[in-house]
């Protein structure tokens, strides 16, 4: 359950609307008190001193907006979610940058709602990060010597403005750190803008960085600004970078060196002051000798690079994380699970976690999910046997198929299809699902590969 300490304030001139979110929440644990407009809801919050505010954006005596501006003048740090039922870029590039913690679309999802609540409701209460401290890096990541000189590197750098280039495998935490070397620079006070480069497809890709004019396309029928803009004093983190396409590679590396962008259809420069920081799970070195990636951007994009080290040589890590998980897992499920059992623990030191630290919070919140009392090893529901970066079910020994009585032709052309079949499975996972980024890595076609993918069992 919520801490019932938190108090929500909730503005909305739509009763049926703040009738909803009341019982939403209530039933969430919060406590709740409400206003029809920002009048009432300014006066709500000097007296009952709210741990978030949630507004709706169009109110009756002044727009949400406004009510942000001075709620943020008499409590800074309040976070406060602004909710709309004409959502568009630019209101939420505005809303964030005034300070607005989420900016979310009418109508919405219950769960998506209080999950977003709850995030806020915890950067709320996290203090302020100390000159010079690691900004919570090790009490996420752990302490042991491999994070340790990873976190020495994020505090050396982090004051500077150096572009950062980040390079780890597929969920060890790339994101963790970038935010880290955000929050510990003296731009920390400006807006730190995630954008996923391997989900966004290649026509999209420029019109998301760079924003588009009225009219630049069809259905282009308002102007829009891009992730630069909503970055502009802060940091802009292009992550899985790898999967830019060569004439988005080009721009970029174009806005990196004049600092100024040009919106999709738009003639007029737009200057840009952002921190960039990239990050992927290849090594663009080799993508440059491939032929995939530019050399002059790899060089603007690397002023200094950081390794991240994957989670199986992090072994001192391992519980530590998942004691934390375990903790935010009760939080969310309002659950009281004890701890982990000694076989659970030796399991989760055994195993080699492809999937690193995503891949750690998935399993341990599952089995908070199913434990009552303690988790142990049945609960963590671990592939047996697994080795590491080994796909389940694939590469049956050599012996065996000997002893099945194949001719040489067959246990080659077995094996080949298990080589396949693998060299399938790691694409899929860096390009976290993303069919048309693992044609593109492979140098085949859309259809070859969705074609193999479901002859394998693979997702597709």
Not at 125 to 151: F, H, K, N, V
Not at 198 to 223: K, M, V, W, Y
Not at 407 to 412: D, R
Request: hydrophobic residues 40%.
């Amino acid at each position: 359950m919520s801490d019932s300490s938190d108090v929500i304030l909730v503005v909305d001139d739509d009763e049926s609307m703040r009738r909803i979110l009341q019982l939403v929440l209530q039933r969430a644990g919060f406590r709740v008190i409400t206003a029809q407009d920002a009048g009432e809801g300014l006066c709500l919050a000097r007296t009952c001193g709210p741990s978030l505010a949630i507004l709706d954006y169009r109110l009756p005596d002044m727009t949400g907006l406004d009510m942000l501006r001075r709620l943020k003048v008499a409590s800074p740090h309040l976070p406060v979610i602004l909710l709309t039922g004409f959502a568009d870029l630019a209101g939420a590039v505005t809303a964030i940058k005034e300070g607005a913690f989420e900016y979310l679309a009418k109508p919405f999802d219950n769960q998506g709602l209080l999950s977003k609540v709850r995030e806020a409701l915890a950067y709320g209460q996290e203090p302020p990060a100390a000159p010079g401290g690691d900004c919570g890096l090790r009490e996420r990541m752990g302490a042991s010597p491999a994070i340790t000189r990873t976190i020495e590197d994020v505090e050396r750098v982090a004051p500077t403005d150096f572009a950062v280039s980040l390079f780890g495998e597929t969920g060890a935490g790339k994101e963790v750190v970038a935010r880290a070397v955000h929050d510990l620079s003296p731009r920390a006070g400006h807006p730190f803008v995630a954008v996923d480069c391997g989900t966004i497809p290649d026509s999209l890709i420029e019109n998301e960085l760079f924003g588009h004019e009225r009219g630049a396309f069809t259905g282009a029928e308002r102007q829009q600004p891009g992730k630069f803009e909503a970055a502009h004093g802060g940091t802009l983190f292009l992550d899985e970078i790898g999967n830019l396409a060569w004439p988005a590679q080009a721009r970029l590396l174009r806005v990196l060196q004049e600092r100024v962008i040009y919106r999709v259809g738009g003639t007029k420069p737009i200057a840009v002051d952002v921190r960039l920081i990239s990050a992927s799970n290849q090594d663009l070195t080799e993508a440059v000798n491939k032929g995939t990636f530019r050399e002059d951007l790899l060089y603007r994009l690397c002023d200094y690079r950081i390794a991240i080290p994957p989670l199986r040589t992090r072994e001192d890590d391992i519980l530590h994380i998942a004691g934390q998980f375990l903790a935010e897992a009760n939080r969310e499920l309002g659950k009281q699970v004890g701890s982990f059992t000694a076989e659970a623990a030796a399991a989760l030191l055994a195993y080699p976690w492809p999937g690193n630290v995503r891949q750690l919070r998935s399993v341990v919140r599952r089995a908070v999910l199913i434990a009552s009392y303690a988790i142990d090893t049945h609960h963590l529901a671990l592939p047996e046997g697994e080795s590491e970066r080994a796909l389940p079910g694939t590469a049956a020994s050599t012996s065996s198929l000997y002893q099945m009585g194949l001719s040489l032709k067959e246990i080659v052309r077995t094996r080949m299809a298990d080589v396949e079949r693998q060299v399938l499975f790691e694409a899929l996972q860096r390009s976290r699902g993303n069919k048309a980024a693992v044609a593109r890595m492979l140098q085949v076609d859309y259809k070859t590969v969705h074609t193999k993918l479901k002859t394998y069992g693979l997702g597709a």
